[in-house]
């Protein structure tokens, strides 16, 4: 009961983000091959979501990205569980075994945005891009469900805040720090990589 009940949270959470992942990650491959700006390319994924919403949630993109995060979600909650159970501190367990699902997973749904939606559709993806895309996975799973953990510890001690007070905060900041400043640049070059085989490193800054 207690395993379905993190599944069931894992699918709800992943349904609800699921359509903000599709419109922003489509918004970034439209911007990079100039096809769209990035409001212009998530203002039509909008209008698709709430004119054709069957075409939208039925469609390749939702049904990859909300079975990602379902995986991934789920994951992460049942191993804290299990570890919670044990008496076990669920840090380390957790961050493996999210990272071990997330990231080939994640990087198989870049692949597909970046084939769907970029300048070649048969193009070859180079090892450097999916090292790139990998690394970025790594830092959101650490921002994501392991260091919000070890800073709110460090937040509530140094501040007097309440363990609860100081580990929303740390949830909230972590994540979107991680989000602003290591996840864009990694994974652009990653999709100028593909729709730009040619070019060398020094010309695409």
């Known amino acids: 009961r207690i395993f379905g009940a993190d599944i069931l949270a894992a699918a709800v959470t992943s349904f609800v983000i699921s359509p903000v992942v599709v ?24 209008q698709s979501m709430i004119l054709r919403p069957g075409s939208f949630f039925f469609g390749r993109p939702f049904a990859l990205v909300f079975g990602i995060y ?22 380390l367990p957790a961050f493996v075994a999210t990272a071990a699902v997330n990231i080939p997973s994640s990087v198989f749904q870049d692949r597909c945005f970046t084939r769907w939606y970029g300048l070649a559709r048969t193009g070859r993806f180079h090892l450097l891009t999916y090292s790139l895309w990998a690394m970025r996975d790594m830092a959101t799973v650490l921002g994501s469900f392991t260091l919000p953990g070890l800073l709110a510890t460090r937040i509530a001690s140094s501040t007097g805040a309440t363990p609860r007070r100081a580990r ?27 729709n730009r085989p040619t070019l060398s490193l020094a010309e695409r800054f």
Not at 29 to 41: G, W
């Open 23 to 46: 419109c922003c990650d489509k918004a970034v491959c439209d911007a990079a091959v100039c096809r769209h700006s990035m409001l212009e390319s998530i203002r039509k994924s909008l």
């Open 168 to 194: 929303e905060g740390a949830q909230l900041l972590v994540p979107s720090a991680v989000a602003v400043f290591v996840h864009p640049p990694l994974h652009l070059l990653a999709i100028d990589l593909y």
């Open 70 to 91: 379902t995986l991934t979600y789920g994951t992460s909650n049942l191993v804290q569980t299990l570890c919670k159970q044990r008496g076990r501190d669920a840090a």
